[in-house]
């Protein structure tokens, strides 16, 4: 059985994969293999997360929108549509979505 993916991509660019390791009822959990690309967008999502953890929910939305702006797609690696519209989080190589 081939595991269920996603390239995240922008534009013609391979951000990196997500390769699916579990989901509950909103977000499905994967493995995240960064591509050389990652790096240009590391920063965004740890503002993200920094916000978040922080409880400053002005600042997460505003990071979550600066990495929407990025427009970003979730290709499927497999069977299945492609993915335009989701919340995304990355940190280290764990990464969730929900769309």
């Known amino acids: 059985m081939t595991d269920q993916g996603w390239q995240l991509r922008q534009r013609d660019r391979l951000i990196g994969t997500l390769v699916m390791e579990g989901s509950d009822m909103f977000w499905t959990d994967c493995r995240f293999e960064p591509a050389p690309a990652w790096d240009e967008l590391r920063?965004?999502?740890a503002a993200s997360r920094d916000a978040w953890r922080q409880?400053?929910?002005e600042a997460?939305?505003?990071a979550d929108e600066a990495i929407h702006a990025e427009g970003?797609?979730?290709v499927p690696t497999t069977d299945g549509a492609l993915i335009t519209d989701f919340?995304?989080?990355i940190?280290?190589?764990v990464a969730?979505?929900?769309h």
């Open 72 to 74: 970003l797609t979730l």
């Open 60 to 62: 997460a939305l505003a």
């Open 55 to 57: 409880g400053d929910r």
């Open 91 to 93: 940190e280290g190589n």
């Open 43 to 45: 920063p965004l999502f």
């Open 96 to 98: 969730r979505f929900r």
């Open 87 to 89: 919340l995304i989080r």
